[in-house]
T-cell receptor, first 110, second 117 residues
Framework: EDQVTQSPEALRLQEGESSSLNCSYT??????LFWYRQDPGKGPEFLFT???AGEEKEKERLKATLTKKESFLHITAPKPEDSATYLC???????????FGAGTTVTVRA | GAVVSQHPSRVICKSGTSVKIECRSL??????MFWYRQFPKKSLMLMAT?????????EQGVEKDKFLINHASLTLSTLTVTSAHPEDSSFYIC?????????????FGPGTRLTVL
């Protein structure tokens, strides 16, 4: 069974204070690793898909990286609008299902 | 691109009534859609996989006769909560799979807040 563990559970940052979120996973054949952002009371918003170890993707202040066992989401010089819950999910080779981690709730103070 | 809508965004109903939630992919066709349920401060729990033109596949522990799923077209899936009870109150979110040259990506709807009185 696919498993995804995210850490830390919560992260409080000062505006401009860079940090990283961790997503450790076990899957029998990785089709893709996904990062989503979720604001309270809304559906998850797609950020990135990573397919193979060594791959990196960037979007504004966010950068996602992937190894064979984990993924990191780096937030560079965050702003208050980056406050959200960040969800990591893996997709195995057998179907389209996603297995989600519990998420990391990031709060950025001005 | 890749927009998924849900309707309604919020619904309040009396115990024993049925509620239908619609999920639409607005700018792409989706053979596969998913329905999730999310409890406060928890991650998404997959309820079922909705496949266009065929029966839905339900996750273990999800009552298929209570949560009826219909995927009649490549842009629309519906979830009907039958004989709703207060314990069915939750945040329901759908997703639709977009297939492209870069792979398959699930795009999520904005969610539907169901409150059963």
């Amino acid at each position: 069974e696919d498993q995804v563990t995210q850490s830390p559970e919560a992260l409080r940052l000062q505006e401009g204070e860079s940090s990283s979120l961790n997503c450790s996973y076990t899957v029998s054949g990785l089709r893709g690793l996904f990062w989503y952002r979720q604001d309270p009371g809304k559906g998850p918003e797609f950020l990135f898909t990573l397919y193979s170890a060594g791959e990196e993707k960037e979007k504004e202040r966010l950068k996602a990286t992937l190894t064979k066992k984990e993924s990191f989401l780096h937030i560079t010089a965050p702003k208050p609008e980056d406050s959200a819950t960040y969800l990591c999910a893996v997709q195995g080779i057998n179907d389209y299902k996603l297995s989600f981690g519990a998420g990391t709730t990031v709060t950025v103070r001005a | 691109g890749a927009v998924v809508s849900q309707h309604p965004s919020r619904v309040i109903c009396k115990s024993g009534t049925s509620v239908k939630i619609e999920c639409r992919s607005l700018d792409f066709q989706a053979t596969t859609m998913f329905w999730y349920r999310q409890f406060p401060k928890k991650s998404l729990m997959l309820m079922a996989t909705s496949n266009e033109g065929s029966k839905a596949t339900y996750e273990q522990g999800v009552e298929k006769d209570k949560f009826l799923i219909n995927h009649a077209s490549l842009t629309l899936s519906t979830l009907t909560v039958t004989s709703a009870h207060p314990e069915d109150s939750s945040f329901y979110i759908c997703s639709a799979v977009e297939t492209s040259g870069n792979g398959d990506t699930q795009y999520f709807g904005p969610g539907t807040r169901l409150t059963v009185l």
